[in-house]
């Protein structure tokens, strides 16, 4: 095995030869990359590629099986999600993670949720998380939000905004992003592209998990490319264009092909 | 700063009357309420034995130890699961505690921490057996409840040599646990059992409990949303176990509760009808078989509404049978109702 020569003191979040497996599938398979505060990865690849396995990895949703993830240089090997967003690990998840039949502001802090008094009495902050959401909800747009209401009553929109408002209150070290299969209005992606921007100025290390290259060439400041698990390429804006990308996305034969030219181009790239 | 720019996405405003409207029908106990007010009505006519202390007594009689297990079983449904074995934990756990004292002749105390424990350690297999297999509760809660009743059955006669036990109030501790378990007030002309008190606590805790604490939203959160609880790292598999361990307990409180009020055991089959009895309640009560809604106090109103038509029944002098007539039907217009609200619930507008 051949380490990656390349020096990652800075990583927020690590991902060294990182392998994990559904039963004996490969689903990621020896997978590099650095996650730098302050930077925008884009992830980007086909449908099973390995890029959802990669979120839950990340987000401490999936134990890896072999490498090593770190977190500022710790290694860790999370055991919940919990672990995750204890370490200040924040996602947006696909399917959003809101329970339709909750308040939106028990959506809120679901699994996070603020108390005060000690344990037998150990209760939730109501009012504080109430306000706390109302504010939160404000920030991303949404106004004149009644917390109370379930998360049912919102519509799409309004949904995508609270697992926005969510990760953006919880992240302090990461941001994931798994970019929503419902469809988004513009505004929505504004939203988002605001969501990921402020994050980055906030110095978080933000993951962007998405299929529109031309979006990803607009926000992202490096693109890591997967296929069929493994890492088919890491680059940064300078290497690529948004043609180039796009042309990349376009399908997986272009993508093999174009990843075996990268490779003659960047040697150090085929030792990963 | 975010969204300075983007329109706002505020709910269009609702009409005061609209929204209490709304409110009230989101109340999972709505529909116990009503149907309670309805018996009550009906059958303070058809039966006034009913409108006595005595008759009141009657009815508290019944619905304290239904109540207790229908609340806890109603948490259980809110996060998703299912509970058979609590009817037969009530029944072994009282056998349990009754071969202690009587044939072994150990102080009523350590009898009911050993009993107690061993209810618990029924509610950490079931919890455990579906958290690890992914089975159906159902199923799993079914086979624990065979198991048991004929372990406790069997094992009872064997040990104790008969089918009965009585006499337990010679053992030292009995007469301070039975302040706990078996006192009863005097109040008006009808005598009124403690039951009632632990009824009462175990509704206000629940509730407390699902609204209140971190633990709640994780029991609603398991029921109603698992693959999002699990994504936000909420302990859904911990409070399951934790829930399933409740519902043993409050078996073992039912079965006390019996046996300090009886002063002794009689052997008989705790019938699958028991359990079915909670389920049916805490349904009644509002909460959706598939998890995700409901209330204690809705559970602990249907338990009312069931006592109440059953002694209703019986003092109107009526075939008791017709008992459970009754109650299939309200428990089919529960369940409508209950659809009914969950699809105003989970309608998702689309932007």
């Known amino acids: 095995m051949s380490t990656p020569e390349r020096t990652d003191d800075g990583a927020a979040i690590e991902l060294r030869a990182v392998t994990v497996r559904h039963g004996n599938v490969p689903a990621l398979s020896r997978v590099s990359a650095a996650l730098r505060p302050g930077e925008i990865t884009c992830v980007l690849g086909e449908n099973g590629s390995g890029k959802s396995t990669l979120v839950s990895v990340l987000s401490g949703l999936r134990r890896h099986d072999e490498g090593e993830l770190l977190v500022d240089g710790t290694p860790v090997r999370f055991r919940s999600a919990r672990q995750a967003r204890a370490l200040g690990i924040a996602t947006v998840w696909q399917d959003l993670a809101v329970a339709p039949l909750l308040s939106v502001w028990r959506n809120f802090f679901l699994g996070a949720e603020p108390t005060r008094g000690v344990w037998p009495l150990r209760r939730l902050d109501v009012d504080g998380a109430r306000r706390t959401t109302a504010r939160a909800m404000a920030r991303v747009g949404v106004t004149g939000l009644d917390p109370d209401q379930p998360a049912s009553a919102l519509q799409a929109g309004e949904r995508q905004s609270l697992a926005v408002a969510r990760a953006l209150h919880f992240g302090a070290r990461a941001l994931v992003i798994d970019e929503p299969a419902t469809p988004m209005t513009v505004a929505r992606q504004t939203l988002f592209g605001q969501a990921i921007l402020a994050a980055r100025a906030q110095g978080l290390a933000v993951v962007v998990v998405t299929n529109n290259p031309r979006y990803a060439h607009v926000i992202g400041d490096r693109f890591l490319l997967l296929a069929h698990g493994h890492v088919a390429g890491n680059l940064t804006r300078e290497d690529i264009d948004a043609d180039e990308l796009t042309a990349l996305m376009a399908g997986g034969e272009s993508l093999t092909t174009l990843t075996d030219a990268l490779t003659a181009l960047h040697p150090e790239l085929g030792e990963r | ?351």
């Open chain 2, 1 to 351: 700063m975010i969204g300075e720019r983007l329109p706002s996405y505020g709910p269009p405003p609702a009409s005061a009357g609209r929204r209490l409207l709304a409110r009230a029908l989101a109340r999972p106990s709505l529909p116990a309420v009503v149907a309670l007010v309805v018996v009550v009505v009906f059958f303070g006519v058809q039966a006034p034995g009913l409108r006595s202390d005595v008759g009141l007594a009657g009815v508290l009689d019944v619905a304290a130890p239904l109540g207790i297990g229908a609340v806890a079983v109603a948490l259980l449904l809110v996060a998703g699961q299912f509970d058979l074995s609590a009817g037969a934990v009530a029944l072994a756990s009282s056998l349990l505690t009754a071969v202690l004292v009587g044939p072994a002749g150990w102080p009523a105390w350590p009898a009911l921490l050993v009993s107690l424990l061993a209810a618990l350690l029924v509610g950490v297999v079931n919890g455990v057996l579906v958290v690890n297999t992914g089975l159906p509760s159902f199923l799993v809660t079914l086979a624990t409840f065979l198991v048991l009743q004929g372990v406790s059955l069997a094992g009872f006669q064997s040990v104790s040599g008969s089918t009965q036990i009585g006499g337990l109030d010679d053992a030292p501790g009995w007469p301070s646990a039975a302040a706990v378990f078996g006192s009863s007030a005097v109040i008006g002309d009808a005598r009124f059992h403690v039951a009632v008190v632990w009824w009462l606590v175990a509704t206000a805790l629940a509730t407390w409990a699902l609204w209140r604490t971190k633990f709640g939203n994780a029991v609603f959160a398991g029921g109603g949303a698992r693959r999002a609880a699990r994504e936000l790292g909420v302990p859904v598999r911990r409070t399951t176990v934790a829930l399933f361990c409740l519902t043993a307990t409050a078996g073992w409180l039912i079965g006390t509760l019996g046996l300090f009020r009886v002063e002794g055991v009689q052997l008989g089959n705790a019938s699958l009808g028991t359990a079915i009895d909670f389920v049916v309640v805490a349904v009644i009560g509002g909460c959706l078989l598939t998890g995700g809604y409901g209330s204690a106090i809705g559970a602990a109103v249907a338990a009312l509404l069931y006592a109440v038509a059953r002694q209703g029944i019986t003092l109107a002098g009526w075939d008791p049978r017709w008992f459970q007539t009754l109650l299939g039907a309200l428990l089919l217009v529960a369940l409508v109702a209950n659809g009914v609200v969950r699809r105003r619930l989970k309608a998702r507008p689309r932007s």
